[in-house]
Nanobody, 122 residues
Framework: QVQLAESGGGLVQTGGSLSLSCAASGAFLLIKTMGWYRQAPGEQRVLVAT???????DYADSVKGRFTISRDNAGNTVSLQMTSLKPEDTAVYYCNAELYERPGPKYEYRYWGQGTQVTVSS
């Protein structure tokens, strides 16, 4: 069983900053990709940012230049530093991990955290 524990989030004014963190625990071999997704009320869950084990990153166009994703492979953690926040960034943010529980592609699984609320007031 793998768990993703998120922390951070909260309420901030427009232009402010927040940080999110996520720690993976449980029985797995290694984590391939970690990332953050978000879901606003009435909308689908969408990608915010991902980072591979080698440090390659990908960002949604809407957050480029404002958000920074980072990870600690040894600690199995991923963080998201969010700056210049806008009301449209308001959403539940979910941590995601694509990992191998055992060697081999058939043991690749995807896990989600429980979500953490980010609210940006105007």
């Amino acid at each position: 069983q793998v768990q993703l524990a998120e922390s951070g989030g909260g309420l901030v004014q427009t232009g402010g900053s927040l940080s999110l963190s996520c720690a993976a625990s449980g029985a797995f071999l290694l984590i391939k990709t970690m990332g953050w997704y978000r879901q606003a009320p009435g909308e689908q869950r969408v990608l915010v940012a991902t980072i591979t084990r080698d440090g390659d990153t990908d960002y949604a166009d809407s957050v480029k230049g404002r958000f920074t994703i980072s990870r600690d492979n040894a600690g199995n953690t991923v963080s998201l530093q969010m700056t210049s926040l806008k009301p449209e960034d308001t959403a539940v943010y979910y941590c995601n991990a694509e990992l191998y529980e055992r060697p081999g592609p058939k043991y690749e699984y995807r896990y989600w955290g429980q979500g953490t609320q980010v609210t940006v007031s105007s």
